[in-house]
């Protein structure tokens, strides 16, 4: 049963020490990391930064900005500076949500010019950065990360993670920024994106993400949705997980922060506690539609200023004046910096990148991104005995499997009279235990081996079932960022079926064909015990993206080289056949 999507209502999540909250931060930030392609960590190349005057202004000044995050891909935006600018600064980072003009935005739901001037103003040094697909930012498109890209979790969630992890690093390359006092805001998308930048770089010391989290909405673009990214969290427990660093919440009731001070504030409160931190939570709620307003804006001047500053000067937004909001775009809307020019470009580059930074791991940290990208894990499991007969010679036993996931595996143990009581052999077959009834398999139980065979996910008895999916079809637009698809749980499952068979004697041998040769050769590179395999070959030949989409679709699975690569590191002799 697939019972979470995007507007899944969860619980709290509830912490009862410091050293809980710690181990669980730990674990979401390999998390995040892992769903936004940022593990390993790219290599941090040259920014080769360039600037251009826009104007002085009362107070501040004001550059347009670009910086090459990674190698021919630049992020864009303005940067915003106190005037006169002072030998060291705090700063704050500006990420914008999905208003449709972006940092150019000027309404009341959000005035993106005026706010950072205002912080500008204050004494603020400030980076405002474009989505990607926006403004400037037109290199790839904003819904990038589609399709066969989640095969290499390349995403739009993750490039734009590692925009602003590089912007951080311009702002603290610069001598004028204090980089011990350095904070991040966004509203919406940008809460999200103030989030994960805060969860991954300990830089941010204060962190504002507006209007964005929820226990009951978690993000309505491709952008915020990198497949994995909230299998077994949601962004209440993620924005829990700053404890004990300084945060504002903001919500209105129309909206999905509805519920923040009865709900996301008190589950976030729950890590915060375990350090005596709530003081440093601090939120505003109003009767307000989605927004980053003048009232939120008058609340996180103060928030900034306390925690960055060390004072608060009580600070009145003053209005600004723009002539032409055009003047602080690099391209005027035509065109974008040079190097990548679309998508594909950009994916086959992001590809070689990837590649290149995996295989320079060892082998056991390649393990560690497989069993994420899988689920395989040392889950529990009860083997529930059903019948037993014996036909010509062999005992034919019938159990089912549960495993601690609410994993229900059909398993049959053939035993032969001639057993030693050693020699096992787990059968896995495309169409579950009739993979029993070949040849192969009577000429092991003729020699003596007990045979063990189960069903995988959907397949054998399962075959004609259908996932059962909650929610509206808009609702599970992101389906894979909560979900581990068929071919995943199929991993998971021959897992499971190879420590219950190491169970059974002492010698285990394994063969499969078809769909569980595929997810044997997943299984057998995280798990122990297997003394030799043999694969069917052909199940194993798929050549390119789009084959693997179509017939072993799990996010991440080429990143660690696809199933050559899961062969490679299998602890067993392996044979095809």
């Known amino acids: 049963h697939a019972n979470r999507h995007t507007n899944t209502v969860f619980p709290i999540t509830r912490f009862s020490s410091r050293e809980e909250v710690e181990t669980r931060r730990e674990e979401i930030r390999f998390h995040v990391r892992m769903a936004a392609g940022l593990y390993p960590w790219p290599e941090k190349t040259p920014l080769n930064p360039r600037y251009e005057d826009v104007g002085e202004y009362d107070g501040y000044s004001v550059k347009k900005v670009m910086f090459e995050s990674r190698p021919g891909f630049w992020s864009t935006g303005n940067l915003y500076l106190p005037r006169p600018l002072p030998a060291k600064a705090p700063a704050i980072l500006n990420v914008i949500g999905h208003w449709m003009e972006q940092r150019l935005t000027r309404e009341p739901t959000g005035d993106y010019p005026q706010q950072i001037a205002n912080f500008a103003k204050m004494g603020f040094i400030c980076l405002v950065t474009d989505m990607i697909g926006t403004v400037d930012s037109r290199q790839i498109s904003h819904y990038y990360g589609k399709e066969e890209k989640e095969l290499w979790t390349s995403n739009g969630l993750g490039i734009q993670l590692w925009n602003n992890i590089r912007a951080l690093d311009l702002l603290c390359s610069m001598p004028e920024v204090d980089a ?4 991040v805001t966004g509203a919406s998308g940008g809460g999200s994106q103030t989030l994960f930048l805060s969860l991954l770089d300990e830089r941010i010391l204060a962190a504002a993400p507006i209007n964005m989290i929820s226990l009951h909405m978690q993000g309505g673009c491709q952008c915020e949705n990198a497949p994995g990214l909230r299998r077994h969290t949601d962004n209440t427990e993620m924005c829990a997980m700053l404890a004990p660093r300084a945060l504002f919440l903001a919500g209105s009731d129309g909206d999905w922060t509805k519920n923040l001070e009865t709900a996301e504030l008190p589950g976030v409160l729950e890590a915060y506690r375990q350090y005596g931190a709530e003081h440093m939570v601090e939120h505003f709620y109003q009767s307000a539609p989605h927004q980053y307003n003048e009232k939120t804006r008058h609340q996180v001047y103060s928030f900034f200023a306390r925690h960055l ?3 608060d000067p009580g600070w009145t937004e003053q209005p600004i004046e723009v002539e032409d909001l055009q003047a602080l775009t690099w391209f005027r809307g035509e065109g974008h910096a040079p190097g990548y020019n679309n998508d594909e470009e950009f994916f086959a580059g992001h590809k070689a990148e990837r590649t290149a930074a995996v295989a320079a791991l060892s082998d056991d940290e390649k393990r ?9 894990r040392q889950n529990a499991y009860r083997l529930i005995p059903i019948s037993a007969d014996v036909r010509e010679g062999i005992t034919i036993a019938r159990s089912i499997i549960f495993g601690e996931n609410g994993e229900k595996l ?10 030693d009581g050693k020699r096992v052999c787990l059968a896995l077959g495309d169409n579950g235990k009739d993979c029993l009834d070949r040849d192969e398999i009577r000429r092991m139980l003729a020699e003596g081996v007990t045979v063990v065979s189960g069903d995988l996910f959907l397949t054998g008895e399962s075959a004609a079932c259908t996932m059962d999916i909650s929610g509206t079809e808009s609702d599970n637009l992101y389906y894979t960022t909560f979900h581990y698809t068929t071919d995943a749980f199929r991993a998971q499952d ?3 079926l190879i420590r219950a068979a190491a ?3 002492t010698e285990l041998t394994l063969w499969a064909d078809g769909c569980a040769a595929r997810a044997a050769a997943c299984a057998l590179a995280v798990c122990d015990g297997v003394k030799s395999a043999a694969l069917e070959k052909t199940a194993l030949e798929l050549s390119g993206d789009a084959a693997y989409y179509t017939d072993f679709r799990i996010p991440g699975i080429c990143t660690i080289g696809g199933l050559p690569g899961c062969l490679a590191l299998a602890r067993c002799d392996i044979r095809q056949f």
């Open 180 to 183: 011990d006092h350095i904070g």
């Open 309 to 311: 500053m060390g004072k």
């Open 368 to 376: 560690k991104m497989l069993a994420w990208v899988t689920g395989i």
């Open 410 to 419: 059909p398993f049959v143990q053939l035993t032969p009279q001639s057993s």
């Open 494 to 496: 021959a897992a499971l």
């Open 503 to 505: 169970a059974i004697g």
